[in-house]
């Protein structure tokens, strides 16, 4: 009898640790609120350097006001007005990205400021303050940038959800200095190729806190809607590490989340 008992309960606590896996297991959303979150800031990257480069002149379907149109004349005060929507590259923005520029977006030294004022991508609205700084040239030659991202809240106006999420970037361009807007156009801005390292945290749309580390560079190719290749490690408070693998370089949508055998996979926005 007591070797019965000893069995049942053994099955019984195997039986509790199973399902506590699959719980576990079952939510992704850690995986989705970070990929969401990751993708959506780094597109307001891509708005500020575009801004920034062409001197307000790629308008992108935005009305965009300068405070100060001196040439040399910092700091200056851009404002990229979105309206009630509009559309370019697949993607709806609406609201209003305010950022001041203490120089030019390739100098040294420049800092950027920016502020979010009913801001909307596609169903996402999307609150919260960036820090862009100019580090100038690093130890590899490449001109780079630290993002600090602060206070991020994203909103699924579809159901209401919400997130938070705050990180430090580090842009490192490795292909398109020797081209710019003033020089090439649009062509000058789409050439150019970033790896980005850095962490982030958050709490996801159930109120769990996470971290996140990229663990091998993302890569932001600006001729591409998405983030084209990397990983992310997260880890949820209390809870195991994941992957996210933004691909192997192509340009799509797609995003696979792996913890220990499973496999999910899913569409930015």
């Known amino acids: 009898m007591k070797t019965k008992n000893l069995l049942f309960f053994s099955l019984l606590l195997l039986g509790f640790g199973l399902s506590s896996c699959n719980r576990e297991?079952?939510?992704?959303?850690?995986?989705?609120?970070?990929?969401?979150?990751?993708?959506?800031?780094?597109?307001?990257?891509?708005?500020?350097?575009?801004?920034?480069?062409?001197?307000?002149?790629?308008?992108?379907?935005?009305?965009?006001?300068i405070s100060d149109t001196v040439r040399g004349s910092f700091p200056k005060t851009v404002t990229i007005?979105?309206?009630?929507?509009?559309?370019?590259?697949?993607?709806?923005?609406?609201?209003?990205?305010?950022?001041?520029?203490?120089g030019r977006w390739r100098d040294a030294g420049t800092t950027i400021t920016v502020t979010l004022n009913n801001y909307k991508v596609n169903q996402?609205?999307?609150?919260?303050?960036?820090?862009?700084?100019n580090n100038g040239l690093n130890n590899n030659g490449n001109l780079n940038y630290t993002v600090s991202y602060a206070n991020g809240v994203i909103r699924d106006t579809t159901n209401n959800q919400t997130l938070?999420?705050?990180?430090?970037?580090?842009?490192?361009?490795?292909?398109?200095?020797?081209t710019d807007?003033?020089?090439?156009?649009?062509?000058?801005?789409?050439?150019d190729i970033y790896h980005i390292t850095g962490n982030a945290s958050g709490v996801n749309r159930n109120g769990t806190p996470?971290?996140?580390?990229?663990?091998?560079?993302?890569?932001?190719?600006?001729?591409?809607?998405?983030?084209?290749?990397?990983?992310?490690?997260?880890?949820?408070?209390?809870?195991?590490?994941?992957?996210?693998n933004f691909g192997d370089g192509a340009c799509d949508a797609n995003v696979s989340f792996s913890y220990r055998r499973w496999t999910f996979n899913f569409l930015l926005p």
């Open 81 to 102: 007005d979105f309206g009630a929507g509009c559309s370019v590259g697949g993607r709806t923005r609406s609201g209003i990205i305010t950022a001041i520029f203490t």
């Open 210 to 244: 996470f971290t996140a580390q990229i663990t091998e560079r993302l890569v932001r190719d600006m001729s591409c809607k998405w983030i084209t290749d990397g990983t992310i490690e997260m880890t949820p408070q209390n809870g195991s590490t994941r992957t996210l």
């Open 181 to 191: 807007f003033a020089t090439n156009g649009i062509a000058g801005i789409e050439d």
């Open 25 to 65: 297991n079952a939510d992704w959303t850690f995986e989705q609120d970070n990929a969401v979150s990751s993708e959506l800031f780094q597109d307001l990257y891509k708005q500020i350097d575009g801004t920034g480069q062409s001197e307000g002149s790629l308008k992108n379907c935005s009305n965009i006001t």
């Open 124 to 133: 996402y609205s999307v609150q919260g303050t960036a820090t862009f700084t």
């Open 164 to 178: 938070s999420w705050s990180g430090t970037k580090n842009y490192e361009m490795v292909a398109g200095a020797g």
